[in-house]
């Protein structure tokens, strides 16, 4: 599964994919994996994302449109 939106977050903070992947405590290779679709985004990863730019899980992963934490 392909999440495009983490790409779109990362690039809407300007960061790069070493900066996300250092915040997960991985490889820029393997984070990269999770842009690009060849690896899922473990839970763990996800919530640590949702927190670190303050919007839901569910927008991350497009179940919503809505990127405002309510």
Known sequence: MKFK??????EDHDLYQKDVANLLG???QYYSEYESGKRTIPIFHLIT??????TS???IVGLTDNADLK
């Open 5 to 10: 939106r983490i790409k779109d977050l990362r």
């Open 49 to 54: 994302l949702s927190k670190y730019y303050k």
């Open 57 to 59: 899980i569910d927008y």
């Open 26 to 28: 991985i490889s820029q």
